[in-house]
């Protein structure tokens, strides 16, 4: 499911400086191809102008005030050069300024977005910023390099509407050691329980990858590499039903394999009653579990094929839409089902009670 299904009425007209990300706004799709395809004096600033004048606009992701002034304070381009591109965007019909626009107060009218389309949904706070910290458009500007922000918007355009609210695993992940697959250590009663482990490599595929790699593909995992040290994207470790690109995601842990990794508090709860209901399992075979040290230990129903575990791609500010908060609510309920499921698992083990299967009935 798509961002475009959830419909961008949800967006707020008001924005502020102080926006946290809960704002939104959307870029067509076409538009975003034609703006690399169009005549600009620096792309770079022709595309972030474009940016910043869609942020500033309201729920009909038209009419914006946001002009050079804007321009320079969000993203740092200086009034001359953004009066440039934002001419450029009027010249190639990307924008035109509405009847009430003045040289004092600005005011434009960016074009429509179809109702049938499927746009770019793209959070304020990219543009702006949160708290007091450079918004990444300018530090993408920063490091001056024109693909890079393709890079990041194409992102945001891959983000899929299910539980994860990331790039689907088929388009980007992290992965499990070649060497190191999904592992049955014992099985207990009607229980299998496997070790899993995330290694720190990356696979990507998909038409979204072609631009960045015409040549080779060291300047696509320099670019990708480039949005993790700005801060732009970050990789949460999954476990999936089976390790195929379809496979369904289960729950999230927390694995902090590295800097592409963060603590998230829900994650870490289900995690700390995984372990425990692996080691409670394991009984007197404590030598498994050190044996496992390097892996998280799932406990799965025995009849359930062999998951997978991927560090599915997500960005850091996300746009608050109404898709967004679908698939947050999906999360908590995933989370809330696994922790019950297996809290419950660990207590009926304590017992020496192994012929229930892990209960993994989603409340209605």
């Known amino acids: 499911m798509s961002e475009s299904s959830q419909g961008a009425a949800g967006a707020r007209s008001k924005r502020s400086p102080t926006d946290r990300g809960g704002n939104f706004f959307a870029v067509d799709r076409d538009v975003w191809e034609r703006l690399w395809e169009v005549e600009a004096t620096n792309r770079l600033n022709f595309i972030s102008a474009y940016l910043v004048m869609s942020a500033g606009t309201g729920s009909d992701h038209q009419l914006s005030k946001w002009s050079t002034k804007a321009c320079e304070r969000h993203v740092g381009i200086g009034k001359p050069r953004a009066k440039v591109a934002i001419d450029e965007l009027i010249e190639h019909g990307f924008s035109a300024h509405t009847e009430q626009s003045s040289r004092a107060y600005p005011q434009y009218r960016l074009q429509e977005i179809p109702s049938d389309s499927d746009p770019i949904f793209l959070p304020v706070g990219m543009v702006t910023g949160l708290a007091a910290e450079a918004s990444l458009l300018r530090r993408v500007r920063e490091v001056g390099d024109?693909?890079?922000l393709r890079m990041l918007v194409d992102l945001y355009g891959l983000v899929q509407i299910d539980s994860t609210y990331a790039v689907p695993i088929s388009a980007l992940s992290q992965v499990a050691p070649e060497d190191f697959p999904a592992r049955k250590v014992f099985e207990i009663g009607v229980h299998a329980i496997w070790a899993?482990?995330?290694s720190e490599r990356l696979v990507a595929r998909g038409d979204w990858t072609k631009p960045h790699h015409?040549?080779?593909?060291t300047v696509f995992w320099d670019r990708l590499r480039t949005l993790e040290d700005i801060g732009a994207i970050w990789y949460e470790p999954w476990v999936y039903e089976s390790s195929d690109l379809d496979a369904e995601p289960m729950f999230p842990i927390s694995m902090l394999t590295s800097h592409r990794s963060k603590v998230d508090p829900d994650a870490l709860r289900l995690t700390n009653v995984l372990r425990n209901a692996a080691e409670t399992l394991a009984e007197d075979r404590t030598y498994l579990i050190e044996m496992y040290s390097e892996d998280i230990l799932v406990p799965l129903s025995r009849h359930r094929g062999m998951p997978g575990?991927?560090?599915?791609?997500?960005l850091r500010i996300e746009a608050d839409t109404p898709g967004r908060r679908l698939s947050y609510r999906e999360r908590a309920r995933l989370l809330e089902t696994y922790e019950s499921g297996y809290?419950?698992?660990a207590r009926e083990?304590?017992?020496g009670q192994y012929n229930?299967?892990?209960n993994t009935?989603?409340?209605?």
């Open 343 to 345: 809290a419950a698992l």
């Open 196 to 198: 899993l482990r995330l």
């Open 361 to 364: 009935r989603m409340a209605d």
């Open 146 to 148: 024109p693909m890079l």
């Open 214 to 217: 015409a040549k080779n593909w």
């Open 309 to 314: 575990i991927r560090g599915v791609a997500r």
């Open 349 to 351: 083990a304590a017992m």
């Open 356 to 358: 229930h299967p892990l």
